[in-house]
């Protein structure tokens, strides 16, 4: 398992990167990301849906927030990013899925 620090700069890292795509398709497909207290939110214009990204120090994991479903991501050292265990989507193609799933548009970051 990786230690604090080392999570604390991939998940940095990660976040940074995410909230740029985000912030960048925002307008595009109307919402807004948004980054608070080392999480990141994504709200919609068109429906009170927040969708929530956080990293989970003690599990060495960033947790996703989003269609009343808490999905659980951990690093993986050969992708070189966080990854769902069940299906080995990253975090930017999950965060794609459930943005698509929710505009009903097709989204790219």
Known sequence: MMDEQ???QHVDEAL???ERQL????????????MNAGALTVEFEDS?????????TPTRQVWVSAHSKSYKLNW????????LPETGQSLK???EEA????IKEDVEL
């Open 48 to 56: 009170p849906s927040k969708f929530v990204v956080s990293p989970q």
């Open 93 to 95: 193609a999950l965060m």
């Open 6 to 8: 080392e999570f604390r």
């Open 16 to 18: 940074r990167h995410l």
């Open 23 to 34: 912030i960048a398709a925002g307008d595009d497909y109307g919402f807004e990301a948004d």
């Open 99 to 102: 943005l698509t799933k929710q």
């Open 76 to 83: 993986d050292t050969v992708e070189g990013t966080f990854v």
